[in-house]
């Protein structure tokens, strides 16, 4: 990435020397960089942020520094991805309801706690209330 230097000599002294990149191997090794990077799309964001600051890397290897080389990724590592937020709607509230209902599945009648369920105000119980209701016989108890 450097590039090369090349002497210009004459008559066996050095007259000049001369500073040449290789655009072509540029090229390859960055495009070979990329194909990997696409390999791996869970460390992209790594790559992307270690791309920027290559040359602080490539010092690092070129030292030979092996925990300088694991440091400067580390830092340069992307934060974890957060989950996204729960959906709302119709499909959330049928699986809170899935979810209520198979946790009264296993439970015997008699284990179902209903010292909260008045049958007077059962017009204001709510959707839990009244499946413990169901599931342990309170409601067929009431007229």
């Known amino acids: 990435m450097h590039g090369c230097t090349e002497r210009i000599e004459k008559d066996g002294e050095i007259v000049a020397t001369r500073h040449r990149f290789d655009n ?11 194909r ?18 290559f040359e602080a ?16 990724v580390a830092a340069h590592r ?28 296993d439970m015997r009648p008699e284990d179902i706690d209903i010292s909260d369920l008045d049958p007077e105000d059962a017009g204001n119980w709510d959707d839990d209330q009244w499946e413990r209701a169901f599931r342990s016989g309170l409601a067929d108890t009431m007229d």
């Open 57 to 72: 890397l490539l010092d690092c290897v070129a030292a030979g520094d092996a925990e300088g080389e694991a440091a400067f």
């Open 24 to 34: 072509r191997l540029s090229m390859a090794v960055l495009t070979r960089l990329d």
């Open 78 to 105: 992307a934060p974890p991805q957060c989950p996204p937020p729960p959906a709302d709607g119709a499909l959330m509230r049928s699986l809170a309801a899935f979810d209520r209902i198979r946790g009264y599945a």
């Open 36 to 53: 990997e990077a696409e390999k791996c799309d869970d460390h992209s964001g790594t790559v992307t942020t270690v791309a920027e600051d």
